[in-house]
């Protein structure tokens, strides 16, 4: 039942921003910290970052760390990602993620295409 829907990928040029979201359903969402996670071709799924379930606090990749803004509205059960100064090697696509005791919900994943 759990299900979560990402949207706002795309293509942009280097130095430029995009701002992804996930739509979250069938659990509490505020009960749970919510991640962003990205697969680049031949790569390993990567975390991105987290944010605690009321989004009083947030982790980042060293990779990405002041360029991106992990955040979340409650009342909408949406998670976003707001991605500046893109660079090439962020091209991947990126997954919604939510843990539930072991168990990881993903989404269908967006791809996000840094190129000139």
């Known amino acids: 039942q759990v299900q979560l829907v990402e949207s706002g990928g795309g293509m942009v040029q280097p130095g430029g921003s995009l701002r992804l979201s996930c739509v979250a359903s069938g659990f509490s969402f505020s009960n749970y910290p919510m991640s962003w996670y990205r697969q680049a071709p031949g790569k390993e799924r990567e975390l991105v970052a987290d944010?605690?379930?009321?989004?009083?606090?947030?982790n980042y990749a060293d990779s990405v760390k002041g360029r991106f803004t992990i955040s979340r509205d409650n009342a909408k059960a949406t998670l976003y990602l707001q991605m500046n100064s893109l660079k090439p090697e962020d091209t991947a696509i990126y997954y919604c993620?939510?843990?539930?005791?072991?168990?990881?919900?993903w989404g269908q994943g967006t791809q996000v295409t840094v190129s000139s």
């Open positions: 993620n939510v843990r539930q005791y072991q168990y990881h919900y």
């Open positions: 944010i605690t379930n009321l989004g009083s606090s947030a």
